[in-house]
């Protein structure tokens, strides 16, 4: 794949407020029955910070990103982004009460995801798939989306590929062109939930590269849940030990995977790394 250029991607629009964290959660709680996924979490990132969350399956990694997305709603607690609460409007009088779905549109604008199984419109070309968004949500026009879709699938190493549909790409091609779909929504916050789980293992290098170069050129705040150890060592500026809903142990990546603490963390570890 060609040398990726990313370097002239920004964080999207400037925050409304630029002294507090990007992502914010204030004991959040989410459970489905009696299953608790999210445990009263309590979760800053700042802007620009590279945040890798790692834990077992079934310990609520991946709700924390669908909560972000508002694809899950929290039965309690206040989430913000970009200083904004993502799921609740302030009142004159300072009390925050329950948005409605026009703030919470708005606010979750701020924020992409890139999921584990591509998500594509099987009936859409790649330039399709990825012009589509900033058309229907933010109003370019059909040359401006175009024109700019084009240029990020050429950053992914797709531009050969435009015109293709997804049953013609390979998994990691597909993977890349979500990545830029994601990128077209010009979101402070990227998510990535286990982007290269859903992979042949030959063309999972192809999908982290353009990742790595992400984290390494912009100023974009991303949050991923992964299991690849190897890269979260590389582009994390902290990662998260998750387990039964809460933050176990955090760290700087040399600091967690050669002296974690945490009894939990250790065990997850030898497992993961040992495989």
């Known amino acids: 794949m060609s040398e990726l250029d990313l370097a002239n991607i920004d964080g999207g629009p400037t925050p ?3 002294d507090g964290p990007m992502i914010r959660m204030e004991k ?4 489905f029955g009696d299953f608790v996924c999210l445990n009263e979490l309590d979760l800053d990132v700042a802007a620009g910070e590279k945040v890798v969350i790692i834990g077992p399956s079934g310990s609520g990694k991946t709700t924390i990103l669908r909560v972000l997305m508002t694809l899950e709603r929290p039965d309690s607690g206040v989430v913000g982004v970009g200083g904004e609460a993502l799921y609740h409007e302030q009142r004159s009088d300072g009390q925050l009460v329950r948005a409605g779905e026009k703030h919470v549109r708005r606010v979750r604008r701020k924020v992409s995801m890139v ?21 229907k949500a933010l109003g370019r026009s059909k040359q401006q989306a175009d024109e700019r879709s084009r240029e990020l699938l050429g ?11 997804p049953a013609q790409l390979s998994g990691g091609q597909k993977q890349r062109v979500a990545i830029a779909r994601a990128l077209a929504m010009e979101p402070q916050v990227m998510l990535f ?17 353009v990742v790595r170069t992400l984290a ?20 994390a500026d902290r990662v998260l030990m998750f387990d039964g809903g809460r933050i176990i142990e955090q760290a700087p990546p040399t600091e967690i995977f050669t ?12 497992a993961v790394l040992h495989h």
């Open 16 to 18: 409304s407020t630029t």
């Open 28 to 31: 959040v709680t989410k459970a």
């Open 115 to 135: 999921f584990q199984h591509f998500n594509l419109f099987p009936h859409m070309t790649a330039l399709r798939n990825v012009s589509l968004g900033p058309i």
């Open 155 to 165: 950053m992914v190493g797709m531009a050969e590929k435009v015109d293709h549909y």
């Open 193 to 209: 939930d286990e982007i290269t789980s859903a992979l042949d293992p030959e063309l999972v290098g192809e999908v982290l590269n």
């Open 216 to 235: 390494h050129t912009t100023d974009m705040t991303m949050l991923l849940v992964t299991h690849e150890m190897g890269f979260a060592r590389e582009i």
């Open 259 to 270: 002296a974690p603490r945490h009894e939990r963390t250790k065990t997850f570890l030898n």
